[in-house]
């Protein structure tokens, strides 16, 4: 029995040499790659050839040379200054236009009694005549300010409000607020008077109201309310 057990433990050990004996040795490890060579780099392009520079233009003409000859034709020297410059190209002047066809008149009233109403102006340039062709516009000043009547008059002491009438020769102004006329105040009536009537001879006489007047001048950006306005478009102001 104690051999058996002997025997047995020898064939194990046996057993165990020949299993060692089958594990093979561990590889060497393999060599690196070696790095490939970088390419080349491409040839630059060559520069594109540079353009013919252009034709001059031709010198331009002077504005005063008429026939554009170059030349300083005496005919050319527009101004007579025997110089040829910019002021020969200035054109002629216009024909007077709408604004010298109106006529302004100025009355004093300083001199009228205080408080009167209605105050009546002597002005005898308003004919009956002038009446039936043109529009009348009416402003009271205070020294300061122009007031355009019909409309209200506010000062720092008083406010009115007037009307005004025109009659062959006379202008009446009535304060419907009844504080009446103030001449230390009121120093001057400024009476504008503008044509209604065309009478050209290949066109028949046209008349406006003033209305119509008034809205002529406001499509041309006059405010008739402002006397200033009024004077400046018409060429009363100089």
């Not at 402003?139 to 009438?165: A, C, M, R």
């Not at 020769?169 to 120093?187: C, F, H, K, N, V």
């Not at 503008?194 to 006059?222: F, H, N, Q, R, Y």
């Amino acid at each position: 029995m104690k051999l058996q057990r002997i025997f047995m433990l020898g064939c194990m050990v046996v057993a165990m040499g020949l299993i060692a004996s089958c594990s093979g040795e561990d590889g060497k490890d393999g060599l690196d790659c070696i790095d490939g060579t970088n390419g080349t780099n491409g040839t630059n392009g060559t520069n594109g050839t540079d353009g013919l520079a252009g034709t001059d233009g031709a010198d331009g003409v002077n504005c005063w040379d008429l026939n554009g000859d170059g030349v300083n034709d005496p005919e050319e020297d527009i101004n007579g200054d025997e110089i040829f410059d910019a002021l020969d190209c200035q054109g002629a002047d216009g024909g007077d236009g709408q604004g010298t066809t109106a006529e302004r008149i100025i009355v004093d009233t300083s001199g009228f009694d205080q408080d009167q109403n209605p105050v009546t102006l002597v002005v005898a340039e308003l004919t009956q005549e002038v009446l039936d062709t043109h529009a009348v516009l009416t402003y009271i000043f205070d020294g300061t300010t122009y007031y355009p009547i019909p409309g209200v008059v506010i000062t720092e002491t008083i406010l009115s409000q007037y009307s005004v009438t025109y009659l062959d020769g006379e202008l009446l102004l009535a304060d419907l607020a009844d504080t009446g006329w103030q001449p230390s105040i009121y120093q001057e009536v400024h009476i504008i008077l503008i044509p209604t009537t065309t009478a050209e001879p290949s066109t028949p006489t046209i008349m406006k109201s003033i209305t119509d007047v008034k809205a002529s001048l406001k499509d041309k950006g006059v405010n008739t309310d402002d006397y200033k306005e009024v004077v400046r478009y018409f060429g009363l102001d100089q």
